[in-house]
Antibody, heavy 126, light 106 residues
Framework: EVQLVQSGTEVKKPGESLKISCKGS????????IGWVRQMPGKGLEWMGM????????RYSPSFQGQVTMSADKSISTAYLQWSSLKASDTAMYYC???????????????????WGQGTTVTVSS | SYDLTQPPSVSVSPGQTASITCSGD??????ACWYQQKPGQAPVLVIY???KRPSGIPERFSGSNSGNTATLTISGTQAMDEADYYC?????????FGGGTRLTVL
């Protein structure tokens, strides 16, 4: 079974650092992009960025560039999302998801985020 | 930045057809996806490449995309389809989600 399993709930204080994880199984982890999505309480989905574990190529949404760091350890099929100094406004649910593209006839076609982790709740409060 | 606009809410009676729109500049030139999210759960992909259904998604879910508007259509809507729905597209190597539409089945 293809799945992504995320690390557990975090409660932190402003200014603290944090690294959450997303472990893939049941597929070739290095051959698919992993995307991260934020969902603030009662709000919609926001695409934060993505990383290709095969070569660590990383793309960030302009809204999140410089705010978070994405990384991966392909030896243990795990992707990470980290903050160096949390703010109260980072309080949210964070999802990782496998992003799929197909290359057909010289074109890349986006097939969506087809497998999602269960989400990690991050609460930042003094 | 690229914006995708969805209506905040749509209501439908059981057994009827629900249509949820997603508008963006020249969206028809891009590939649109749709996700369903029920309370307390992670999103689920229901449509990709404008019209395709992943394995396990019921046939009553369908999609289209032309001009500036992508549409998710749910035929014979069931109570279990009540959820939030989000469209997604790509612009300049950045993923963009619409603001989401709450579908109420009443």
């Amino acid at each position: 079974e293809v799945q992504l399993v995320q690390s557990g709930t975090e409660v932190k204080k402003p200014g603290e650092s944090l690294k959450i994880s997303c472990k893939g199984s049941g597929y070739s982890f290095t051959n698919y992009w992993i995307g991260w999505v934020r969902q603030m309480p009662g709000k919609g989905l926001e695409w934060m960025g993505m990383m290709y574990p095969g070569d660590s190529d990383t793309r960030y949404s302009p809204s999140f560039q410089g705010q978070v760091t994405m990384s991966a350890d392909k030896s243990i099929s795990t992707a990470y999302l980290q903050w160096s100094s949390l703010k109260a406004s980072d309080t949210a649910m964070y999802y990782c998801a496998r992003q799929v593209w197909n290359y057909v006839g010289g074109h890349y076609y986006y097939n969506g985020m087809d497998v999602w982790g269960q989400g990690t709740t991050v609460t930042v409060s003094s | 930045s690229y914006d995708l606009t969805q209506p905040p809410s749509v209501s439908v009676s059981p057994g009827q057809t629900a249509s949820i729109t997603c508008s963006g500049d020249k969206l028809g030139d891009k590939s649109a996806c749709w996700y369903q999210q029920k309370p307390g759960q992670a999103p689920v992909l229901v449509i990709y490449q404008d019209t395709k259904r992943p394995s396990g998604i019921p046939e009553r879910f369908s999609g289209s995309n032309s001009g500036n508007t992508a549409t998710l259509t749910i035929s014979g809507t069931q109570a279990m389809d009540e959820a939030d729905y989000y469209c997604q597209a790509w612009d300049s190597s950045t993923g963009v989600f619409g603001g989401g539409t709450r579908l109420t089945v009443l």
